[in-house]
């Protein structure tokens, strides 16, 4: 429990107030994804290089500086309550020059993301901005500056827990297209998003948890 003026405020954990939308079964289910805040950055290429890491390091070093700040006695919005840090999320698409003469077959190298981190309602973009100047000021990486803060909403969706390699991510496309058709609904585009619920660097292949999502019409 944190006491934050006279309020008390439960600290919020997504593993148990959002099920719905962290955790879904085995099973393609519809829901509606409502306006959320996030951290985000956007690159290319494949994420199996080196760099990518960084990306994600960008990202977790402001969010972990909202979520610390204000216990370290630093800049506190109204509205401040505890959380977990949500997990790292994914939206994954390929360039317009190989969308033109595209074969069905993907090359990593041509992957274009949005890379995020969903945010607390307290957040604010003047708030982000001024925990990006403070996280730079003691670690400092090129790739805080390419960070933004959106507001996204992504609406009628239909997701499904993967588990396993990323590699084998079409066969559960696969079957979240097929309840798409007989939903009676259509895939938007092969535009998608990727929610880790895994570590990859501590979880085996075999054992990846990742929630795949695409906007249906």
Not at 40 to 53: E, M, Q, V
Not at 78 to 93: I, M, Q
Not at 192 to 201: M, N, P
Not at 206 to 217: A, G, M, N, S, Y
Request: contains cysteine; glycine residues 6%.
């Amino acid at each position: 429990m944190d006491l934050i003026g006279e309020t008390t405020v439960d600290k919020h954990e997504w593993r148990k107030q959002e099920k719905e939308i962290y955790l879904p079964k085995q099973k393609p289910t519809l829901l509606t994804i409502p306006r959320f805040k996030y951290v985000t950055i956007s690159g290319k290429g494949n994420p199996n290089d080196p760099d990518f890491a960084e990306y994600i390091g960008a990202l977790y070093s402001i969010s972990y500086g909202i979520k610390m700040t204000a216990k370290m006695k630093g800049p506190t919005p109204p509205g401040h309550y505890d959380y977990t840090v949500y997990p790292l999320e994914g939206v994954w698409d390929i360039t317009d020059e190989v969308k033109k003469n595209f074969s069905g077959q993907i090359n990593k190298d041509d992957l274009v993301f949005d890379l995020m981190l969903r945010q607390p309602d307290f957040v604010t973009t003047d708030y982000f901005e001024t925990i990006r100047e403070i996280v730079q000021k003691k670690k400092p990486s090129p790739l805080l500056k390419e960070t933004n803060f959106r507001e996204i909403e992504e609406g009628p969706c239909i997701q499904m827990l993967h588990v396993g390699p990323y590699d084998n991510e079409p066969e559960t496309f696969s079957v979240m297209e097929e309840f798409a058709a007989e939903a009676g609904v259509t895939r938007r585009s092969k535009v998608h998003r990727e929610i880790y619920i895994s570590d990859f660097r501590r979880t085996a292949p075999e054992k990846l948890k990742t929630v795949l999502r695409f906007q249906i019409d």
